[in-house]
């Protein structure tokens, strides 16, 4: 149980169009995402938390009309990276937990995003 | 304000040897703290973590963790390395105050020689 996945796992675009990344919680309702971000041997960066039904709320530094989050419903999230850029070529990781006092958050796959 | 140190961004280790990999935290409130894995190109696995109760900790493929509140530390051991647990391991505190945050430490890169 508790699995989380995400789509792609890898995508090349070009600078200036825009992607989507899904994360999708499989077997349980998660009232709480995460979206993270890692830089190649470097730990995870959170980027922002979004809860079902509300707007995201992003960490300091990141820019919340580029990385556009939707948590629409309980099991689906998204993240659109607009008008891409080199610099945003990363790796995406999400993170999903239930509601309530549980302190674990499972983690999806990750997307490989590269941006020519 | 919470933070999370890892001490020794590479570690390496004899296949055989014990594995330590050291973690120290800042938290202002009781943390809840966690060991994940990464393998390359893949996300993170949880090997154990720290809630409550029992400071020991005992994870998934041998490892353990022992939660040492005057000392501030999480440090992960495993008795015998094995070459499959060449990966890179993050260290992570989790709280709750007004939202549910994790902030993971910088990471250990584990090598295994034969």
């Known amino acids: 149980g508790a699995v989380v996945s995400q789509h792609p796992s890898w995508v090349i675009c070009k600078s200036g169009t825009s992607v989507k990344i899904e994360c999708r919680s499989l077997d349980f309702q998660a009232t709480t995402m995460f979206w993270y971000r890692q830089f190649p041997k470097q730990s995870l960066m959170l980027m922002a938390t979004s809860n079902e039904g509300s707007k995201a709320t992003y960490e300091q530094g990141v820019e919340k009309d580029k990385f556009l989050i939707n948590h629409a419903s309980l099991t689906l999230s998204t993240l659109t990276v607009t008008s891409a850029h080199p610099e945003d070529s990363s790796f995406y990781i999400c993170?999903?937990?239930?509601?309530?006092?549980?302190?674990?958050?499972?983690f999806g796959p990750g997307t490989r995003l590269t941006v020519l | 304000a919470q933070s999370v140190t890892q001490l020794g961004s590479h570690v390496s280790v004899s296949e055989g040897a014990l594995v330590l990999l050291r973690c120290n935290y800042s938290?202002?409130?009781?943390?809840?703290l966690f060991w994940y894995v990464q393998y390359p190109n893949q996300g993170l696995q949880l090997l154990l973590k720290y809630t409550t109760g029992a400071t020991l900790v005992k994870g998934i493929n041998g490892f353990e963790a022992e939660f040492k509140k005057s000392e501030t530390s999480f440090h992960l051991t495993k008795p015998s390395a094995h070459m499959s647990d060449a990966a890179e391991y993050f260290c992570a505190v989790s709280v709750h105050t007004g939202g549910f945050k994790t902030i993971f430490g910088a990471g250990t890169r584990l090598f295994v020689k034969a």
């Open positions: 938290s202002s409130v009781p943390p809840y």
């Open positions: 993170s999903a937990k239930v509601s309530g006092p549980i302190y674990e958050q499972f």
